[in-house]
């Protein structure tokens, strides 16, 4: 088919299930109104490469070139063949497509359009995911005992046989009056609960050892959670060349309380992740672990939900950006509402807070971090005792209502004394008259002195004059330029420590003269905060976002600056360095 020719926004992922495919479709048209596919598979009697156009609702066109015999499948045919390669690995790329480039789409491929059926998505994938037809047959076969088994019978099938066989030669009136297999069943000791081990392989096969080694690991694990007992493991192994692709369901009870439970499904999900290197230990393959699912007491959790669960929110409370939070999210609503009622009685005790930033750390229980900048006539000191108290107070009032432990750690606080800034913003009037009319005077002085030089023989006088009066314009620009440089430094200082998810580090600044325009260069060092994923280390946020805000935060303060001490200045040089 002939398609737009975008940039796509997931490129060569592997899936190996029709629920992976039908996320990565999801996933795609979450991003606009509809969506086209380029999959690549491959089974025994060949290779396929399909192109696949869906909207929000339905398959819109399907095209299939079956790549060694040259061959092309339009339509229903397509769509039998995607649904027959389904929980096989496939190589998909996602393009997201508006409203324009679909109806675009359409029209360039009518004809595909017109024999295509439009099957609704949660058809397609609701039959998909019934899989190929020797499914059953695959896991059957491939079931593999662990040396715990709940199946004890199986240790005697000949026994098993006969008794079934028994059973079904007793005519159907008589069973009820048939009581002698329960009472010899329950003469026998009855045998402790065992987890079952269940490995479905695809794709190729694997020594039986590695996974028993694997789900022995497993069970060690749960045996060191407080209450927690593992009923079944089960493993879906997808067979590559040199790899194996893994989806790991476990199941089990708990009779711990809820905070246990969450503890236990953290613990078994970072299991599954922390001892699957031992299949490349004892089959020489390398594990990829595709899917994760604790089901304890018939609760299903995934990694990505608990990630979604801790995540934090970090953006402005007000609508001016003087008060910015970080918190998860779902406590956002009562720590926004806790910031506001804080600066605004603060404020009432006479600070005046220019940039507050509350960096709330913690899950179960809170830490309370302020960063703030302030004008002020009081010491540094009284405004973080004040901010303490107040802080104190409203953390212990929104603890008892949301049941959590909350605490203030740090507070950091910028004093801006009001006096000195009306002083420099005042300077730079008084600075400019006596500038005025030392200028004045020295114009006479010139004229006078230009006079008394000709009368000597001297004609040319412009480069005295110009180097003069340069010096003259310097000094009178000179009196603003300083103190607003001084005040720009320390602005910037305090709002690069205002700065989420970074902690800054140091600030360089030098600045020349042209003209009547300051150029200044800035170089300022931060250290990046990472936060700790299921799977290792993450960040929500990218690097060049982050360097945007610090950029944005420095041009700000140089236009107030700029506005209140009535010189120009101008950023020449800009350097953010992200550690």
Request: hydrophobic residues 40%.
């Amino acid at each position: 088919m002939q398609l737009p020719d975008k940039q796509p926004l997931i490129e060569n992922m592997v899936v190996t299930s029709a629920g992976e495919l039908g996320e990565l479709i999801q996933n795609g048209l979450s991003k606009g109104s509809g969506a086209f596919l380029k999959i690549f598979a491959k089974d025994s009697a060949g290779k396929y490469y399909m192109t696949i156009l869906l909207d929000r609702s339905k398959v819109l066109a399907a095209e299939c070139l079956l790549v060694d015999k040259k061959q092309g499948l339009t339509g229903e045919e397509a769509i039998t063949l995607l649904k027959s390669l389904i929980g096989k690995p496939m190589v998909v790329d996602v393009y997201t497509l508006d409203e324009l480039e679909i109806k675009l789409s359409i029209a360039d491929n009518v004809d595909v359009y017109v024999q295509t059926p439009k099957i609704p998505l949660n058809e397609l994938f609701k039959k998909a995911e019934e899989g190929p037809p020797k499914r059953e047959e695959r896991r059957t076969e491939s079931a593999v005992p662990v040396t715990v088994t709940q199946e004890v019978p199986k240790a005697v099938p000949a026994v098993a046989e006969a008794k079934a066989e028994e059973k079904a030669e007793v005519p159907a009136e008589e069973k009820p009056s048939a009581p002698a297999l329960p009472k010899e069943e329950k003469k026998k000791p009855a045998p402790p609960e065992k987890p079952e081990v269940i490995v479905n392989l695809t794709g190729g096969e694997l020594p039986e050892r590695a996974f028993q080694v694997y789900a022995e690991d497993l069970l060690k694990e749960a045996k060191r959670i407080k209450g927690l007992r593992i009923n079944k493991i089960e493993f879906d192994a997808n067979v590559g060349e040199g790899v194996v692709y893994l989806n790991v369901h476990i199941y089990g009870n708990s009779d711990g309380s809820s905070r246990d439970i969450e503890i236990a499904e953290k613990r078994m999900l970072h299991a599954v992740s922390k001892y699957a290197p031992v299949l490349l230990r004892e089959a020489e393959v390398k594990p990829i672990v595709r899917d994760v699912s604790v089901v304890i007491d018939g609760q299903e959790v995934k990694p990505q939900e608990i990630v979604d669960k801790d995540k934090k929110k970090t953006g402005n409370v007000t609508k001016d950006g003087k008060i910015s939070l970080s918190v998860l999210e779902d406590v956002w609503p009562y720590f926004s509402a806790y910031a506001r009622t804080v600066i605004t009685e603060l404020e009432g005790t006479g600070v005046r807070v220019k940039k507050a930033y509350f960096d709330v750390r913690g899950r179960r229980e809170f830490e309370i971090n302020l960063s703030m900048v302030g004008e002020t006539e009081m010491t540094r000191e009284t405004v973080e005792r004040i901010a303490r108290d107040i802080l104190t107070r409203h953390a212990r009032e929104l603890g008892r209502s949301i049941k959590r432990y909350i605490t203030v750690h740090n507070i950091d606080v910028e004093v801006l004394t009001p006096a000195v800034v009306k002083a420099a913003k005042e300077a730079p009037k008084v600075t400019s008259s006596k500038a005025s009319e030392i200028l004045a005077k020295k114009e006479l002085l010139e004229k006078e002195v230009e006079q008394l030089l000709k009368q000597a023989g001297i004609e040319d006088l412009a480069p005295f004059t110009e180097e003069k009066k340069k010096e003259a314009e310097e000094a009178m620009v000179k009196g603003r330029i300083e103190p607003a440089i001084e005040t720009l430094k320390t602005r910037i200082h305090a709002e690069m420590k205002l700065i989420p998810r970074v902690t800054f580090k140091w600030l360089k600044m030098n600045h020349e003269i042209k003209d009547s325009t300051v150029m200044v260069d800035i170089e300022a060092s931060f250290l990046r905060e990472e936060t700790g994923g299921l799977f290792g280390s993450f960040s929500g946020v990218s690097e060049s976002k982050i360097k945007k805000d610090i950029e944005d935060a420095i041009r700000r303060v140089i236009r107030e600056v700029s506005k209140e001490y009535g010189v120009r200045i101008g950023l020449r040089k800009l350097n953010i360095i992200l550690r």
